[in-house]
């Protein structure tokens, strides 16, 4: 890399992440909250500011913004893409960012609840941070770089294209969408407007990580249907729906096919919510394996549990429903490998060792790249996401950035 950049990152991060952007699992509107919209009109105003004139807020809560090409070559036209929600397991209001100068190894004890303590021994990744910034939250909230880091990390290479016109690229599309967090990213994008080949998200957590292979992912919700009685008559009649799928959940292996039990390219069965009454209760599963056909196979052997307990419950019924989430990036990536290869260079270029991994989740360039765009995952920088420990390196921000710059002057130095 050649050429100097006067990072604004950090500073954009540190104003982005005090906008409550929470998305919420259980909304029924798009955007899952308003709320995501004041960091999508700020981001809007700042690509304007910056000269990006058709830079809009579209009512579904996206932002769309064009880089134009600087260069006579014919370059496929790329998009960087990261998400603005965070997420609902921890609190994302009243953020406050605060930085760790010159880390050396020492506790981070978060002043606002000094309980809430970062360790190396917890977070390995800090012995590779030894000299570096670190920033955290108070210890009352998330800290919100998964995904404003992303965000920031985006804005920081337009800020540079668009201040050094010397340095070629293609076409850039930006994208940044709501409701990741929720399952939703991707779900009212318009390609055709979009309008690029190939995009990236930049989503990943350690300093080098390109990935791109994900889980396939299918949803399963469990509903049985009780028989509720009054509770002072209801011997050898009540039959609580509340109780059924509690032994269904209890029924599952304790050694194996969790989420606690598994690692690597193994896949899992994963309770995460239960609701409902004696009459009916319902309970959602999300299913996860790397090889599309073993999920099928899971929800044969959960759905041979369900019965099983159901078979104890004469009077009472199932409904066992599927519903397909995303499929594995890499059945897409495998097609156009020149997408990873030139992230994979990109980040030897920034100085770097690639670490090209699979993802034990999905990102929204999961979904996309089965919407027609091949769209692996580079980091950003992000670790202990979506708890009040998460943390992020400034100087692991600046190398991202690089990459993004470096990425899109491969990719025109490989047009035609």
Sequence with gaps: MNFKINHTDVDRFM???????QSDPHSDSFPSTEKQKDLARLLVKELQEMGISDAHLDPMGYVYATLPSNTDKDVPVICYCSHMDTSPDSSGKDVKPIIHKNYDGRDLVLPDDESQVIRMEDHPDLKEQMGNDIITASGLTLLGADNKAGVAEIM?????FVNNPDVKHGTIRI????????GHGVDHIDMEKLGADFGYTIDGETLGSLEDETFSADAVRITVNGVSQHPGFAKGRLESALKIVSEIVAALPKDRLSPETT?????????????????QAWVDFIIRDFRDEKLAEYEAFLKEIAEK????????????????QYRNMKNILDEHPMVADYAVEAIKRSGLTPKRSS????????????????????????????????WISVQDMHKAVEVLINLACIWEENGK
């Design 175 to 182: 994208l940044f969408t709501p409701d990741e967090e929720v």
């Design 156 to 160: 920081d290479a337009v800020h540079f």
């Design 15 to 21: 104003k982005y992440v005090t906008i409550d952007t």
């Design 359 to 390: 993802i034990r989740g999905g990102t929204d360039g999961s979904r996309l790249s089965f919407m027609g765009l091949p769209c692996p995952n580079i980091f950003a920088g992000e670790h202990a996401f979506h708890s009040k420990h998460e």
């Design 263 to 279: 690692e690597g390219m193994e896949g899992f069965v994963h309770p995460v919510e239960i609701a409902g009454s004696v009459e």
């Design 309 to 324: 307990v159901l078979a104890g419950y004469p009077k009472s019924s199932m409904d066992f429903k599927v519903t397909e």
